[in-house]
């Protein structure tokens, strides 16, 4: 059993009346939605004092702490954020491992570093609660626009993973800016926020990302 | 795809006439309606047209367009349509040339083949049909599926085995009875 001719017609007529974006009009697309989440993120930074803030630990570690915090970012976004070669996405598992095991990955990190310096202050965790939620959210609206009902498979794990691979990003930043490692802290200021993002992408990955009957 | 991809519109009725009748078919049984399969097709392809930005170099369009078909299909079966699985594709496998008496035989396999994959669970179902019916390796079933190779394998197995089972208890209650 074959569709009618008539059907063919139908649709290329359909896509001709709708104008879709050429894949380089895409990239342009991203690379502008990227730039300004980025730039919004590094505004509140640069506002609530920057790298200075941390002043009261050893640059080194600041450092060290960051570029720990890029490598677990760069291994979510090769598994959440990049598709491979393909056009469906990763497996489940694989986007479920994303966001369970990064928040766990990111505690053990930043904990690892507590007690190998004398911290200056004492904090709860909100303006790093605060700052995540702000970067990771811009990133996060970001990707939703881009991939707005694009996602056939899994979209509510893949906008999870997403969540947690946006909030990854923007902690890298405000690992440079907050000086603190205790476990209360971590938990409260840098693990909450990619919780809260998980939870969100979950949600626009059903709402947003997922394809749905037109 | 890529050219489709790159801006050039003529491509697109060349996919169209690559994957139309394959998805078609998947849409036909999956709906047991032929008019809503069609309607699902223009869907699938006017996604694919809108989506074309995210197009990767290189990936296998396939997988993605059946992706997209199964995606409507669940989504319309929510909003209450219902997805069945007909009999008819299998009945179509029943050869003409044989006698009454198999063919009645082939009728009665072939139903109780439907009846058992209706009972299974809808991921070894769906795996086991796209890739006896619907030609898709196991890799590309995988995609479709959002899982890995060996999930699709022990799936796939799973049904055979299923399916084993109740041929040969239909073959035992056949021999009882003769």
């Not at chain 1, 479920?96 to 965790?125: C, D, K, N, Q």
């Not at chain 2, 439907?114 to 590309?140: H, M, N, W």
């Amino acid at each position: 059993m074959n569709p009618s001719s008539s059907l063919r017609d139908r649709i290329l007529a359909g896509a001709a009346k709708r104008p879709a974006r050429t894949r380089a009009q895409g990239r342009r697309r991203a690379v502008v939605a990227y730039a300004v989440a980025t730039a919004g993120s590094l505004a509140l930074f640069q506002a609530w004092g920057g790298v200075g803030h941390s002043a009261g630990r050893p640059a080194s570690l600041t450092f060290g702490i960051a570029v720990g915090a890029v490598g677990l970012a760069v291994v979510a976004t090769s598994v959440a954020w990049w598709r491979g070669r393909t056009l469906v996405g990763r497996p489940a598992s694989f986007l479920l491992a994303i966001a369970a095991l990064m928040p766990i990955a990111t505690f053990v990190w930043m904990v690892s570093f507590s007690g190998r310096y004398a911290e200056p202050f004492e904090r709860v965790g909100w303006r790093c609660l605060g700052m995540t939620l702000f970067g990771g959210s811009l990133l996060l609206g970001a990707v939703a626009t881009l991939r707005n009902r694009t996602v056939a498979v899994h979209a509510s794990l893949s906008g999870a993973a997403l969540g947690v691979t946006a909030g990854s990003w923007a902690a890298v930043l405000v690992d440079l800016w907050c000086p603190l490692t205790n476990a209360p802290h971590v938990l409260v200021g840098h693990v909450l926020p990619l919780v809260i993002l998980a939870a969100v992408g979950g949600v626009l990955g059903h709402r947003v990302l997922s394809i749905r009957s037109r | 795809m890529d050219r489709y991809a790159c801006g050039d519109d003529t491509a697109f009725a060349e996919l169209y006439d690559l994957l139309s009748d394959r998805l078609f078919a998947f849409l036909v049984r999956r709906s047991g309606d032929a008019s809503k399969a069609e309607d699902l097709l223009q869907q699938t392809f006017l996604q694919m047209h809108c989506a074309r930005e995210g197009y990767v170099q290189g990936a296998d369009v396939l997988p993605w367009a059946f992706c997209i078909a199964r995606r409507l299909l669940i989504d319309g079966y929510r909003k209450g349509s219902r997805e069945i699985l007909t009999g008819d594709d299998l009945d179509e496998r029943v050869a003409d040339e044989l006698g009454p008496d198999d063919m009645l035989r082939s009728k009665q396999a072939a139903q109780l083949v439907a009846e058992t994959l209706a009972a299974l669970p809808e991921a070894q179902r769906v795996a086991f049909e796209l890739i006896k019916y619907d030609g898709l390796s196991l890799a590309e079933t995988a995609e479709v599926l959002g899982t890995t190779v060996t999930a699709v394998k022990l799936r796939a197995h799973r049904t055979y085995e299923a399916l084993r089972a109740a041929l040969r208890t239909d073959d035992v209650l056949e021999r009882q009875k003769s």
